[in-house]
């Protein structure tokens, strides 16, 4: 018997259409994931207690359960997810269990990483950059509010619905999100390298939701200049520069960028979290208030050299296995303590 019920009943593979051959979006450790077609007009599925039509188009992850270690990590990111109803976050609209997949039907989107976007366009100003962050921290206020953490906050994971110029972005893959009720520690450590929040780090717990304002700080730095705050090719120095929040605003690169738009990264890489602005602070922040039309160009310059090698570094680093992360913390203790 499965772990969910089927949604809607009955057989994905006659309420979806997909190819193998031509539908394939993209592959993981235990998934597939394919556009799909829906068969039948007028479907519903209830999402946070709404009722949400589902549309034409859709992106089905195919699960093999034969090689996911741990099934309990695949329900908590659907239970996280049927919670959410949220125009800038991915819609999970339905599950079908099977005996050796899970069928999750998705929200399709077709506009790309953020960072790809940003470098395609052919104007981009501070403005621009303020608007990003506004919209990510709007989603991000909405999953706080329910005690959601994301905690793999990155480009890849920011995407845009569609190629339309004024495409929403939306907010995916909650392989990693956690309930923060406070009823106990999150001790996990676990993200993405450059990314993480300094508490992940230290080895003493964390209960906040302000783990995603410190990848936000780091998402608003790389988009006011193009490169990230933190860059060192081993992890334990890494780990030290961020634990240390050890950053600043080079030159030329930030000559022309606003005090609001630096003082924001500095509330934002806040080594204590709490004094970490927030979501909504952030939403309300004076450089959302006046970010103006200064000229970003040299930053997408930046930007296209750093999500080059981004790429390339991708396959070598991907999200940190628990026990790479361990052996990376482990060194960097050890040459503390010398």
């Known amino acids: 018997m499965g772990l969910f019920k089927k949604s809607g009943g009955g057989d994905v593979s006659k309420t979806y259409k997909w190819k193998k051959e031509t539908d394939l979006l993209g592959t993981g450790n235990f998934a597939e994931v394919f556009k799909a077609s829906l068969q039948q007009e007028g479907r519903t599925a209830n999402i946070a207690g709404v009722e949400v039509a589902i549309p034409s188009a859709v992106a089905i992850k195919v699960i093999d359960k034969s090689k996911v270690e741990d099934m309990n990590d695949i329900t908590r990111e659907i239970d996280i997810m049927k919670k959410v109803n949220h125009k800038n976050i991915i819609k999970l609209y339905e599950i079908f269990d099977e005996s050796k997949k899970m069928n999750l039907v998705m929200e399709l989107v077709t506009g790309g990483e953020l960072f790809d976007r940003i470098v395609e366009r052919g104007n981009y100003t501070e403005k621009d950059a303020a608007n990003t962050i506004y919209t990510l921290c709007n ?173 390339l570094r991708k396959a070598a680093l991907g999200i940190i296995a628990n026990q790479r992360l361990e052996k990376a913390l482990a060194e960097l203790r050890l040459g503390a303590a010398k």
């Open 139 to 311: 989603a991000l206020d909405h999953l706080h509010k329910m005690n959601i953490v994301h905690r793999d906050l990155k480009p890849e994971n920011i995407l845009y619905a569609s190629s339309d110029p004024d495409a929403e972005i939306k907010v995916a893959d909650f392989g990693l999100a956690r309930v923060a009720d406070g009823s106990e520690m999150m001790k996990t450590a676990c993200g993405t390298p450059g990314y993480v929040a300094p508490e992940i780090l230290n080895n003493k717990g964390y209960d906040s939701p302000a783990v995603d304002l410190w990848s936000t700080g780091v998402i608003l730095y790389i988009l006011l200049c193009g490169f990230p705050p933190f860059y060192e090719e081993e992890l334990p120095a890494l780990f030290d520069s961020i634990l240390k929040a050890r950053y600043d605003f080079p030159s030329p690169w930030w000559d022309n960028i606003s005090k609001d738009a630096k003082d924001l990264v500095g509330k934002l890489l806040t080594i204590d979290p709490k004094k970490r602005i927030t979501a909504e602070q952030t939403m309300s922040d004076d450089f959302m208030k006046n970010a103006s039309n200064v000229d970003l160009s040299a930053a997408q310059k930046a930007l296209k050299k750093y999500n080059a090698n981004r790429r």
